[in-house]
């Protein structure tokens, strides 16, 4: 205000900022001033639990470690929709579990994730191990790994190596699948994409590392 009435002429006397400051007071003059901004959606970390897996990936059975992750893919002919992808891959060969499409990265589409592994897979208590997202911190996913008598193991933040099977897999998913096919026009042709993709990666697609026998081969032998 003292800055307003010098640069608009309107101080014919010397005035200090407590003077001015007094006069508004007197006079029940108050300044506007913006109110800062808070984020509603404020992350919070509920529950955050130590590196446990400690970056031992190579398994020797299946089923002893679950990796998981999402990622953004895109959809649209005009307008492009990005939607969340969810998998779970069993560190054994680097099998995919289950998947899931959801529209954001929430906790019920990752529990629902997981149960479809858990469908495929019944009576298996993994390690489970994430990065520190806010679905995997929350209450409602410890609780249901909780209910699944399986131990939480979470990378550090900003330590994407710290789960580099799932981070490779989500580079080889986008680049040997997703970006040699046409974007999807709709939510069914991403859903259609995503599944015949990740039917790729387990029974088609073989590698040397394992004897030339695709993920679902080496897994089975296991059985």
Known sequence: MTTQLQSEGKLTFR???KRVTRCMRDNHIKTTIRKKRHNRIKRHEEYVSDNLLNEQFDRQAKNEVWVTDTT??????????????????????RYALSYNISATETTPAVIETFERAFKGEPNVHPMIHTDRGAAYCSRA????????????????PGHPWENSPMERWWNDFKLIWLARHP?????AEL?????????????????????GLTAEQFR???A
């Not at 953004?72 to 060969?93: F, I, M, P, S, W």
């Not at 974007?183 to 939510?187: G, I, M, N, S, Y």
């Open 15 to 17: 005035a200090g900022l």
């Open 72 to 93: 953004e893919v895109v959809y649209g002919n005009q307008t492009v929709h990005k939607a969340r992808l969810h998998v779970v891959l069993d560190l054994y060969r």
């Open 141 to 156: 996913f410890t609780s249901y790994l909780a209910s699944k008598n399986c131990v939480h193991s979470m990378s550090h």
């Open 183 to 187: 974007q999807p026009k709709t939510l």
């Open 191 to 211: 859903e259609r994409l995503v599944q015949e993709g990740i039917e790729y990666f387990n029974t088609k697609r073989a590698y040397a590392t394992r004897n």
């Open 220 to 222: 089975n032998q296991a």
